[in-house]
């Protein structure tokens, strides 16, 4: 028997586990190449890659969704974000145009792409109980998540997405946030998903001789505060490593409240 990760009901309530893709198939033809395979990857911390599976984006699918939701309230959110993304995507308009209400309808997306992603991997633990939650109180806002966007005209066309895990003073304290980044095309997102009920502080770098721009999608009621960029050697020129560099300089601290009560 399977539970879906969304309403949490179990597959004999009459519910079947439906083929969801974890990159909705509308967003295909905006990036694959003829040829050309999803490659994943395991970085070990000293950047060696493992590679642990190649095939094709049709394939990239996770059963772990019901029909009901997958065909429901998930494709009403695809339908409603493909304009908006399709102009991201294509570079044809910026993150930084985006109005309060698009920002939150990207933002709603990007928190559930996160999650589509976190179930086809086992490595990294995600917070599930935060996602049915969110499916249960009608996925407004993303909620206590971070999340950021960037547009770079100059990236080639295509798909990258990586999964990580944050963590406070090294291992000892456990995992701060989990970090999920996916970039099509022109346009990245990076979302970074709290482990606890903590507020987060966004926090973004301003990078010296650069174009690179973060805009904070989410939240929206609270300003950024400004990182200084992590010290590091110059930044690396190919486009997987340089977006594995980018998408570790925004931050999200847990919060120091000055008057606690
Ligand atoms: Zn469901």
Redo the contacts with the bound molecule.
């Keep these: 028997m399977t539970k879906?990760l969304?309403?949490q009901?179990e597959s004999s309530d009459g519910?079947r586990p439906s083929r969801e893709h974890l990159l909705p198939t509308w967003l295909h033809e905006l990036v694959e190449m003829s040829g050309v395979q999803l490659e994943r990857f395991s970085v070990h911390e000293s950047g060696m890659e493992t590679l642990i599976a190649r095939h094709g984006l049709n394939n990239y699918v996770s059963r772990k969704?019901?029909n009901?939701?997958n065909n429901g309230w998930m494709s009403q959110l695809e339908d409603e974000v493909k304009p908006l993304l399709t102009c991201l995507v294509s570079a044809d308009r910026t993150a930084s145009s985006l109005s309060g209400q698009e920002r939150n309808t990207i933002a709603r997306w990007a928190y559930k792409t996160s999650f589509m992603l976190l179930s086809g991997q086992t490595e990294i633990a995600a917070p599930w109980e935060k996602f049915s939650r969110w499916c249960a109180t009608g996925r407004l806002t993303p909620g206590s998540a971070v999340i950021f966007a960037l547009s770079e005209p100059s990236l080639p066309r295509a798909f990258f997405y990586s999964l990580d895990e944050d963590y406070f003073h090294g291992r000892a304290y456990g995992v701060v946030n989990v970090r999920v980044s996916l970039c099509i095309n022109s346009f990245l997102l990076v979302v970074l998903i709290p482990s606890d009920e903590i507020e987060r502080q966004p926090g973004a770098p301003v990078v010296p001789n650069s174009c690179v721009t973060f805009e904070l999608l989410w939240p929206q009621d609270r300003g950024c505060a400004v990182l200084p960029l992590r010290p590091s050697t110059n930044p690396p020129k190919l486009p997987r490593e340089w977006l594995r560099f980018i998408v570790n300089q925004v931050g999200a601290g847990i919060c120091r409240r000055s008057n606690p009560s």
């Design positions: 879906c969304c309403c009901k519910r969704v019901c009901e939701c």
